[in-house]
């Protein structure tokens, strides 16, 4: 059997995400034995000119020239993956839709404004379809793994869609609400193995909304714990200002 | 069986005893009034006077997540079952857990007969210890009839004051007892201090925590179906999935097979599932059976309260209260059977007072 063609890009992000795979340890030999990578910016030089059989696309979709280099992967791969949050969801990057477009743009680039045409951040299935998603900020190694494995078997991988508390309770940890500390696990799809609290920081909500959130019933909770709602709606912002996308189309 | 004595100073001994043999687990502080069943290698670590641990000790029956079979497509369809298991004594067990590893047993050894959980179960030796007074406000184990020992442990440790007072209810206990040296046998003057103190109790555990009698659930079940008390709820839940996580009686598991990256060898293993997820009763097509999340917790409640009683003939809530102190929405078990009660007009303040159940004597 050959082996598929695997190759990495990004939009706007940090190139965590694309590093993490770097940083995969033992487990990169085994995942190079499966796949041929042949263009990923961050470790090679080579390029590829041909098809691809999986795109991992990293980060989100802000400038109209990102639209139409999106456009032009997605016609040469047969399969594409959003590749962490950004990616998944729109991440951190949503943040710029709080603002209007023309004030941002300036605020960033000042008189020079204009020569950096800009469109409001979307998440990458909100341009192009999207055939796997791996949302995290950074993902989480086990789930990529999960992901690729499905895609080798030709099986659909959906995002788990019970919340991150589901695998914390797993896991025994104390409940963050009970230090009196807002936490979006009882909002946050889960897959990460509750990764960020089993290390005491609280989760950020960076795998996006369950999708039949009671966003209301979590606003109670804070109330219950007298915490703030404006900071739990802040903090849902952080990551998942783009999710207003879904929602209006 | 017999009434065996052990000393207050000789606890860390037989702590040292059994973990010469075996994994010993016992309730270890966490912070925050959290307590979780962890290996202990001395008594000192082990906290005796506990509020139920944050997971039940069903943790050790069904490991949250538990290999079931080993598979190889190479040639043919080659499936290998993996039963896992290891000596583990569980010391310490309240009288609520106690009733839920009983649930479980039930459950698991009904045909077709879960191996896996046998095998653990055989495996495990069980040490309760009795509650002298309540928890906290949260629990119920009078409703349910489970704040006194009703059986399921090998050895079952009541605090005396000055020492302890073990009843030793299986060959396996009683080897402990043998084999350890460390325990005398009862007088006739311990089994009366341990009489005056589950007279005690009685008085302490006087009535049901909620005003209705225990015979009476499953009436109050079968009028309340339609009742507003899960509309309230579904406005309330946030299907976090902790209720059912933490119930020591809740023993639903998905099974997922994981292949490894050559794709033709893999193991199939089972992972807790809950009702309250979202996907839990979704079907192919994208149907969900039970999208509202008022209607999963009814379930929740009528798989404690109603269902069991035909099953089992017995309910499977423990009245260990885990569901209502890990609740995001601070959905209170206690709460929910008081509304219900009060919307069928069957309170009866006085319930459970001079039960008809007998209690055991705690007598030879």
Redesign the interface.
Known sequence: MNKPKVSFFDFACCEGCQLQIANMGELLL??L??IDVVEFREVMSEKWVGEFDVVFVEGSITTPQAIEHIKRLRARTKTLVAYGSCAAIGGVNGMKNNYKLEDIRKSVYGKDANFFPTVETKAIHQVVKVDYVIPGCPVYLPEV??V??AF??GLPRPV????V??EC??N?N??L???GVACL???TRAGCNSWCINHGNICYGCRGL?????T???K??LE?YSLSVDLIANKMNMYNKCGENDNRE | MQYNLLNKNQLNDLISFLAREQKVVAPVAQGLNNYAFTEIKNGIQATLNYIPTTLPPKKYFMPQRETLATYDTTQGQNMDPVVEHEKVALFGVHTCDLAGIQCLNMVFSEKPKDQNYLARKNAITIIGYECNAYCDRFASCRLVHNHTPNGGYDLFMTNLGDKFILHVNTPAGEKIIERSHLFSLAAKADLAALERLRQKKREIFEKNEIPIEHEKIPELFDKSYQSKVWADLDKRCVACGNCTNVCPSCYCFDVIDEPNLDLTTGRRYRQWDSCQNETFAKVAGGENFRKERGARQRHRYYRKFRFPIEKFSRFFCTGCGRCSRACMAKIDLKETLVSLIKEQGMENPNAGRQSTIAEKPATF
């Open positions: 085994d995942v034995g499966a793994v999960a690729l494995k080798l078997a788990p869609d019970n919340a508390c589901v309770k797993l025994e104390i409940c609400y009970e230090r696990g009882p909002i369950v999708s039949n959130p009671n209301k019933g979590a109670d909770i219950k």
